[in-house]
Structure formats: structure tokens, C-alpha cells
């Protein structure tokens, strides 16, 4: 843990404030973490841990697939598409994450129609989570691709996590922390811009019965500043569980014109035999709501 927070430290101390692109990174995924308001940086357990903490990916003892669908608006989609696998030495994973932004009107500077042009961005992740006597370990590299009109960027990027369970109790208390996004940021022909930043630091409690509590911090060392978010999950019934949640971080997409509100978020998860259906809304203000879909299987 010491490790981690004197590098997030670090990063928080150097970083300068400046322009952010790439903003789909910052865009959560797995409807279980997204209908708990966004905590999940301790929780995670899932192959969506690729994305939340990679540490998260170190216990697990299935091979696990999961696809997410959300709607944000303005004809834009996010897509995400995980496999983990478990290993003698760690757990391994990949992902893929897609956003499409559909068509968008292009304008000159008085303000005239100019046609219009497509957006789309793209990430695709390796990562890995082991087991320590101490704490769990995780890391992700990502290959970062982005595309407005004619013009293209590429580029790296890594993140590195870490978590710890404590028994506590008939439960369990768990403390993760993540560093996401660490990387030079991606060039549009000669203008360099950073990529979203964030260290994350959460905590939650597993009851024994299946219920769970979970409240996180988040930093944009670059000009995002914090946010904070906290949420629960209810085990109803055997293999349906019912989560809220509530965050301060907005789920704006730069260049859609889509700027979510912030609040409650509600979600509803459904677990049979090693599969999984989880959805999750959150409020968008005249927008209506953000709709999000998972699709899980472990084997």
C-alpha cells in the first residue's frame, strides 16, 4: 500500500494541469460497479477489473467473459468486452473498449454547416493480477487509438492497482487503490494532449450474506479535480441482488454534447448457474437516463 500511495503521490505532485483528450478512459464499465454510483475500485472482483483495479482480477478462480452495452445520448455508444483467465502464477485478461460517437455536424467559425464527420475511439487493455501474501497485485498496458475526421492519434498507457482484505467480523473489509492512465498522452499532428489521470481510492465491506457496502475518492491531478461516490448492494433473493448508489463525477463524453447529471444511480443484478445479467440507470437530466447492459459468464 505504501508503494502505491508515494507513487500516486508523485504523480499528483508533477502533473501539470493542462488540456485532457482520450476522455472515454474515464467512462466506467460493467453495470454491476456503475449501479453502486461508481465505487468499485475496491470491490471489483470481476473480469470489469481490467478497467476499475486490475489487483481485482488476482482471485479469481473461474475463466470469466463479460460484454457491456451503454446508450450516453446523441447517438453515441460505449462498448466493453472482457475475458480473465486463471493461471498457476496469476490471473490474465484482456479487453477491448469502443466508443462510437456516431455522425457529427461539422461547423466553420461563423458558425455555418460545413457537412459533417465521424468520431470514434478505441482501447485495448492486457493485464494481469496476482496473489501476494500480503496484498494483491495488478497492472494493465493499454493500446490507446483515436479518430475525428481525418486525423488520428496513438499511443500507451498503464495501469496499476493494488487491494487487501481484511477479515472483519462475519465479513470482510477491503481496501484498493488504482492508478489509471499513466501515460505520455496522444498527439493530434503537433498538439500534445495528456490523457485523463486519476488515482482512485476506495473501501468496502462484504457481509456474509452477500450484501455490500463500498465508498471511493478520485483525484484528476490535471484539472478534474476529486469526486467522490459511495453505493450498496442488497442480496434479495438467491442470485438477485438490487444496488444504489450515488456519485459527484459526471458522465460527459467530450465533443458529444452529452453531459449526464450527477446523483443516483440504481442498478439490478441476476446470477444463475455461472451466468450473469446486470443493468444499470443513471439520471441524465433532459436527457432522460443512461441505460447500461452486462452480460457475464463465468466456466
Known amino acids: ?5 508515494s507513487a500516486a503521490a508523485v504523480l ?62 446523441n447517438s453515441t455508444r460505449h462498448d466493453f468486452l472482457a475475458y480473465a483467465h486463471p493461471t498457476s502464477q496469476a490471473v490474465l485478461a484482456g479487453a477491448f473498449t469502443y466508443l462510437n460517437q456516431g455522425s457529427i455536424a461539422g461547423r466553420d467559425a461563423a458558425g455555418r454547416q460545413t457537412g459533417s464527420y465521424d468520431a470514434s475511439d478505441a482501447a485495448v487493455a492486457f493485464a ?5 501474501d500480503l496484498v494483491d497485485l495488478g497492472l494493465s498496458v493499454k493500446y490507446l487509438r483515436s479518430h475525428i475526421a481525418s486525423t488520428e492519434a496513438q499511443g500507451l498507457a498503464v495501469d496499476a492497482g493494488l487491494k487487501r482484505e481484511l477479515p472483519s467480523g462475519p465479513g470482510k473489509f477491503v481496501l484498493g487503490a488504482a492508478l489509471r492512465n499513466i501515460g505520455p498522452g496522444l498527439e493530434y499532428g503537433e498538439q500534445r494532449n495528456d490523457l485523463p489521470l486519476r488515482a482512485a481510492f476506495g473501501g468496502a465491506y462484504r457481509f456474509a450474506a452477500g450484501h455490500a457496502l463500498a465508498v471511493e475518492l478520485q483525484d484528476g491531478p490535471r484539472g478534474a479535480g ?17 444496488r444504489l448508489g450515488y456519485t459527484s463525477k459526471s458522465s460527459a463524453v467530450e465533443g458529444s454534447g452529452f453531459d449526464a447529471a450527477r446523483g443516483l444511480t440504481v442498478g439490478l443484478g441476476l446470477r444463475k448457474d455461472g451466468f450473469g445479467l446486470d443493468y444499470a440507470a443513471q439520471a441524465a437530466g433532459e436527457l432522460g437516463s443512461t441505460h447500461r447492459f452486462t452480460l457475464s459468464a463465468r466456466f
Open 1 to 5: 500500500m505504501r508503494l502505491l500511495l
Open 12 to 73: 499528483l505532485a508533477v502533473a501539470a494541469r493542462g488540456a485532457e483528450t482520450a476522455s472515454y478512459l474515464d467512462i466506467g464499465v460493467g453495470a454491476r460497479g456503475l449501479g453502486m454510483g461508481g465505487a468499485y475500485t475496491a470491490l471489483a472482483d470481476d473480469a470489469n477489473s481490467v478497467y476499475w483495479n486490475p489487483a481485482g482480477l488476482a482471485r479469481l478462480e473461474k475463466r470469466e467473459v463479460t460484454a457491456s452495452h451503454t446508450e450516453l445520448g
Open 128 to 132: 494481469a493480477g496476482r496473489k501476494t
Open 226 to 242: 476529486w469526486e467522490g461516490s459511495a453505493g450498496g448492494e442488497l442480496k434479495a433473493y438467491d442470485g438477485v441482488f438490487l
